[in-house]
């Protein structure tokens, strides 16, 4: 049955005499008829919320947020579908396993009616700034869906026993509406149960979120991130469905990066081929946050200097900032002239004379030649 999953929350809704979760999943149901065009039966849902309702439903229904007892921060942030457009470039694989599982998501009543009952839990883990926050952002987009991210500082408690009952705070509230819920830095409160250095409470939180995510991904959908996936205890990784690595971009994926975050402005390397390849070698090794740092650099140094547009040299010298190297390691002059840049650009741009920078050079070379 292609609205099983909605129906059903709305009879555990009705069953458990929460008025929430009918009116929430209701919602739901109505859109998913309206875009499948049966818009008579829709209308009928909407008058009936309308005449039972008060208040308009489903967003609102995240507007009280579960809170810490102890300090009374909100233990979660919400972002709703549409709030924001969602660009990734991501490698072809990791491309195809984030689209196959929307594609199970969303044709997951079909698999039931098959007999094939899988949880939707997806984990998401590798080096940080890769993307693994954005891809939880983009799957609730593609899904229509609110997202519900878990806030671990507010989460993890000072006081004994805390942290678990807010870990079940969390889902409890994720488990009434229609939403992902998203818990980052995962491994915060997933470390493995055998690491001595951990006192027995923060072993008992794992046994109350494994417990949790148990009942939790039944029927809901749940993505978790790490950046620390060798410390996740064993039992976590059998929960879930599907895993994926969202590893360091590529040399295929480093340019269209640049492209994305310069595709606001004019720059003078668009169209050179040459340059963009070399680009592509000296961002190698760095995160796609990494990356946008750079870029952004480069567009801000532009509007200080009342430019229109990012030169090659300006982009490449962020760059050379960025990695933060000492001076008797690489000097700027010998960054940049590795790259390509001729001598008398490098002069008009550091504003140092073509000698010296001749002399920088040369020196390198002998070095290079003492070295051999």
Partial sequence: MEFGNEIIKIIEGGLDK?????????????????????????????????????????????????????????????TLPGSEKINLVLSDTTNKKIHSYIDSVKNRSKLTA????????????????????????????????????????????????????????????????????????????????????????????????????????QNNLLIC????????????????????????????????????YLNNVDYDFKDESKKLKKISTALDGLAPSDVKTVCYSAIKNSVIADSNTVTHIDFLYQLY??????????????FLYQLGVKQNDISKFLNISLRQIRNNLSQEEDVTDDEQ
């Fill in 225 to 260: 991130a790490t950046n620390h996936e060798k410390l996740l205890d064993e039992a976590v990784w059998r929960r879930f469905s599907t895993v994926i690595e969202v590893p360091r971009p590529t040399s295929k994926t480093l340019i269209p990066l640049v492209q994305m």
């Fill in 321 to 334: 900032l960025f990695k933060n190297y000492n001076e008797d390691e690489l000097s700027p002059v010998q």
């Fill in 18 to 78: 929460n008025k929430d979760k009918v009116k929430s999943y209701s919602k739901l149901l109505m859109d998913k008829l309206q875009d499948e065009g049966d818009s008579r039966f829709a209308e009928r849902i909407r008058r009936l919320l309308e005449n039972k309702s008060a208040h308009p439903v489903y967003m609102d229904e995240f507007l009280s947020k579960p809170t810490d007892q102890d300090s009374q921060m909100d233990m979660i942030d919400i």
């Fill in 114 to 217: 098959l007999g094939i009952d899988l949880s939707e839990a997806l984990l998401l883990y590798g080096p940080p700034g890769c993307g693994k926050t954005s891809i939880a952002h983009y799957i609730a987009q593609e899904l229509n869906l609110p997202l519900v991210t878990g806030k671990l500082d507010s989460m993890v408690s000072s006081l004994l026993g805390s942290t678990a009952k807010n870990i079940r705070k969390i889902f409890d509230y994720a488990k009434e509406r229609p939403c992902i819920l998203f818990l980052d830095e995962f491994d915060a409160i997933a470390k493995a149960r055998t690491d001595e250095n951990e006192v027995g409470e923060l072993k008992r939180v794992v046994n109350s979120l494994l417990q949790n995510i148990d009942n939790f991904t």
